[in-house]
């Protein structure tokens, strides 16, 4: 079975500074997709970065860019120039066949 | 339409009722999953369609959870007899097809009173 593991529950950063959320995963598959999802408190799940396995470059979204370690099975994400919307709790997935969560982390945002 | 629909966007009911979610999907996503989040928790997968058929049905938690989608467009997720341990947010999601990326609605807060 897959599993996705976000071992920071919450996250504080400095407006204007940068913050790195921290992702593994366990899959026995080669092929997959890992996404980074936003969910502000009005519960809206928003898609952040999208990345598929098979792809060695990393993607990048504006501020928003990953780190992304197949062989470690290690899926970070980036959030530079951090700004007050930014302040969300942020899920790592795995997608093969369907998307599976991890438990989210709480980045907070400080002015 | 241009996002996910899901109605209503809260439901309080007595426990022991039954009650229905709908899910409008974008139109032409053949894919659409059904999951739930409890308070502070993270993301439970329910069920997944592709077209009106349901290839993975896995995370439905009791026979008094059931789901079925029509013409490829909408789909319904149908609690029988309620219990208050089923309060949670139900969010749907679509995609052109699985894998590509999941357009959210903004869920039904369900509360069982």
């Known amino acids: 079975a897959q599993t996705v593991t976000q071992s920071q529950p919450e996250m504080s950063v400095q407006e204007a500074e940068t913050v790195t959320l921290s992702c593994t995963y366990d899959?026995?598959?080669?092929?997959?997709?890992l996404f980074w999802y936003k969910q502000p408190p009005s519960r809206q799940m928003i898609l952040v970065i999208r990345?598929?396995?098979?792809?060695?470059q990393n993607a990048t979204e504006n501020r928003f860019s990953v780190n992304f370690q197949k062989a470690a099975k290690s899926f970070s994400l980036k959030i530079s120039d951090s700004q007050l919307g930014d302040a969300a709790m942020y899920f790592c997935?795995?997608?093969?066949?369907?998307?599976?969560f991890g438990a989210g982390t709480q980045v907070v945002v400080t002015p | 339409g241009a996002g996910v629909s899901q109605s209503p966007s809260n439901k309080v009911t007595e426990k022991g009722k039954d009650v229905e979610l709908r899910c409008d999907p974008i139109?032409?996503?053949?894919?659409l999953y059904w999951y739930r989040q409890s308070l502070g928790q993270g993301l439970e997968f329910l069920i997944y369609f592709q077209g009106n058929s349901a290839p993975d049905k896995s995370g439905l938690p009791s026979d008094r959870f059931s789901a079925e989608r029509t013409g490829g467009s909408v789909s319904t997720l149908t609690i029988q007899r309620t219990q208050q341990e089923d309060s949670a947010v139900y969010l749907c999601a679509s995609s052109p097809d699985k894998d590509y990326g999941y357009t959210f609605g903004s869920g039904t807060r369900l509360t069982v009173v």
């Open positions: 990345q598929e396995a098979y792809k060695q």
């Open positions: 899959t026995s598959e080669s092929d997959y997709y």
């Open positions: 997935a795995y997608s093969w066949g369907k998307l599976q």
């Open positions: 139109s032409g996503h053949t894919a």
